[in-house]
């Protein structure tokens, strides 16, 4: 079984590149905030390497999207959180109106410590929010990442990747689900970006998306 990237050679240390990378350079992704909740932020994204940050019941763990981006760089985990920081410090400087970051474009919440990390930024920069999704759930890693979205609810959702309706915590599905949800619009080509759609951090309701 697969316990890492299929692309060992695109692996980085944190120390030899920028992690933080702008939502720019990903179309998907795009870089200005247009959504109400959070406008004037800009976007970054996070990208770890899959699978060796991931739970095992990760229903992509063979068909992960990583395996169609040979040329992403991920970053290894070992002296990741002060990088992180630092790059956190100077960009809230940099943009005072704010930094949105996408959790994780590759790879998931490793640790408890790692969630714990980022609870202390979102304490420590009241302009930093956060968004996205985790295969975490029921295990230590996910009930702490509840925690973190009831706690800072108007500036951290990260949703649960499974096929369910909201019941107090967010879901994103798969595209065969047929509960309450709406799909992605920016799969569908109905809006440009996530930073022009937002609704991922502006409504409770699952998102659902499309298979890749």
């Given at each position: 079984?697969?316990?890492?990237?299929?692309?060992?050679?695109?692996?980085?240390?944190?120390?030899?590149?920028?992690?933080?990378?702008?939502?720019?350079?990903?179309?998907?992704?795009?870089?200005?905030?247009?959504?109400?909740?959070?406008?004037?932020?800009?976007?970054?994204?996070?990208?770890?390497?899959?699978?060796?940050?991931?739970?095992?019941?990760?229903?992509?763990?063979?068909?992960?999207?990583?395996?169609?981006?040979?040329?992403?760089?991920?970053?290894?985990?070992?002296?990741?959180?002060?990088?992180?920081?630092?790059?956190?410090?100077?960009?809230?400087?940099?943009?005072?109106?704010?930094?949105?970051?996408?959790?994780?474009?590759?790879?998931?919440?490793?640790?408890?410590?790692?969630?714990?990390?980022?609870?202390d930024m979102l304490f420590k920069h009241k302009n930093l929010t956060l968004f996205g999704y985790t295969a975490r759930y029921e295990d230590p890693i996910?009930?702490?990442?509840?925690?973190?979205?009831?706690?800072?609810?108007?500036?951290?959702?990260?949703?649960?990747?499974?096929?369910?309706?909201?019941?107090?915590f967010s879901f994103a599905a798969e595209e065969g689900f047929e509960g309450a949800s709406f799909t992605c619009p920016e799969q569908t080509n109905r809006?440009?970006?996530?930073?022009?759609?937002?609704?991922?951090?502006?409504?409770?309701?699952?998102?659902?998306?499309?298979?890749?």
């Amino acid at each position: 079984m697969k316990t890492s990237t299929i692309y060992q050679k695109s692996i980085r240390s944190p120390d030899t590149g920028t992690l933080l990378k702008k939502g720019s350079n990903n179309k998907k992704l795009g870089f200005n905030i247009k959504s109400k909740k959070w406008r004037g932020s800009k976007l970054y994204s996070l990208t770890l390497v899959e699978r060796e940050t991931c739970p095992t019941s990760c229903h992509h763990w063979d068909d992960c999207y990583g395996n169609n981006m040979p040329f992403a760089h991920r970053f290894s985990t070992d002296g990741l959180e002060t990088k992180l920081e630092s790059e956190i410090e100077t960009l809230l400087e940099k943009h005072p109106k704010g930094i949105t970051i996408r959790l994780h474009v590759l790879g998931d919440f490793y640790s408890v410590d790692y969630v714990a990390f980022w609870e202390d930024m979102l304490f420590k920069h009241k302009n930093l929010t956060l968004f996205g999704y985790t295969a975490r759930y029921e295990d230590p890693i996910g009930r702490r990442i509840a925690i973190l979205n009831m706690r800072f609810n108007e500036r951290c959702v990260i949703r649960f990747s499974r096929s369910e309706e909201y019941n107090g915590f967010s879901f994103a599905a798969e595209e065969g689900f047929e509960g309450a949800s709406f799909t992605c619009p920016e799969q569908t080509n109905r809006i440009p970006s996530c930073a022009d759609c937002g609704l991922c951090w502006t409504t409770e309701k699952t998102v659902k998306f499309l298979s890749h």
